[in-house]
């Protein structure tokens, strides 16, 4: 796995370099967690009421990192700012200095929040190895879809941007596919696969990946507003929150694969206006 799996990955006790994932600039530099916390699901607070005999405890109060913390997010960690200086402001967005891409959101004066799928984590003593952008992007929604699902029997999420806006409904149908793509003559030294990268073959003209299996509708342009009204306040569907950029290139990313994929497969039957597509892991 070229992807550094955050929840499995992120340990106390070790120390860490963080790096903008589209650059390679660093951002945060050898840092080190006493506490590596998942965060309560968004509405732990309504369910306050059933662990206590007395008033809420948190009423008006927030979970905030101390500088030894980092608080895992769905899509997102949240860290102290502490001492560290190489981040820019543009109102409340964390921008690259060097690429000018956003990387998360200043929540307060001393807690920023960096979504997974614009930043990698290595350990100190390793080294930046790029990632193609789409490779990465899709693998970190794939993850994130199928840890929800199995965390919270969930399959319906609405992908959302930092400004509030919702631009793709997914259904995941299936986590565990295998696919084995032939790329034709082996003579090439790379190929363009269905994910939209190239890659250097090793072993032959056939490669394979594991995927999952969705369904998607695009709501970008008030397109399937009616729809997308319905999901959001559906207790069923899951929200997932990226920068809008992102949002853009994952619809992109899942046009591409449903456009690589024969006729036949692009949609099913009882879901005629829904795109059908892959996203490798």
């Known amino acids: 796995d070229v992807v550094f799996n955050l929840r499995e990955s992120l340990k106390p006790q ?5 790096y903008c994932q589209s650059c390679g ?9 006493l506490r590596v916390l998942p ?3 968004e509405n732990w607070s309504a369910l306050v009421e059933e662990w206590c005999c007395h008033p809420d405890p948190f009423a008006r109060t927030t979970l905030h990192p101390q500088h030894d913390d980092c608080f895992l997010g769905d899509t997102f960690f949240l860290l102290n700012s502490g001492n560290e200086s190489h981040k820019s402001k543009e109102n409340t ?4 200095k060097r690429c000018k891409t956003m990387l998360g959101e200043r929540m307060s004066s001393d807690t920023i929040k960096y979504y997974v799928t614009e930043v990698i984590i290595q350990p100190s003593e390793g080294s930046f190895s790029p990632t193609p952008r789409s490779q990465f992007v899709q693998s970190m929604v794939a993850q994130c879809l199928v840890e929800l699902s199995t965390a919270k029997s969930t ?4 992908v959302k941007g930092d400004n509030g806006k919702i631009y793709i409904l ?3 149908l299936n986590s565990d596919t295998l696919l084995v793509e032939s790329f034709g003559s082996s ?11 190239s890659f250097m073959l090793s072993s032959g003209p056939v ?3 594991n995927a999952v299996k969705v369904l998607y509708q695009t709501c970008t342009k008030s397109r399937n507003k009616d729809l997308a009204d319905e999901w959001e306040n559906d207790i069923g569907v899951h929200s997932l929150s990226f920068p809008s950029e992102t949002c853009l290139e994952l619809l992109l990313i899942l046009a591409m694969s449903t456009t690589s994929l024969p006729p036949s497969l692009r949609c099913m039957n009882s879901f005629q206006v829904r795109n059908s597509c892959y996203l490798s892991i």
């Open 39 to 41: 965060l309560p699901s």
């Open 170 to 172: 997914i259904w995941l």
């Open 155 to 158: 399959f319906r999420f609405t």
């Open 25 to 33: 600039d660093i951002i945060v530099k050898d840092r080190k967690f």
């Open 187 to 197: 003579s090439s030294n790379s190929v363009s696969t269905l994910f939209g990268d």
């Open 93 to 96: 967005r964390v921008i690259c």
């Open 207 to 209: 490669g394979t990946w």
């Open 14 to 18: 070790k120390n860490y370099v963080f």
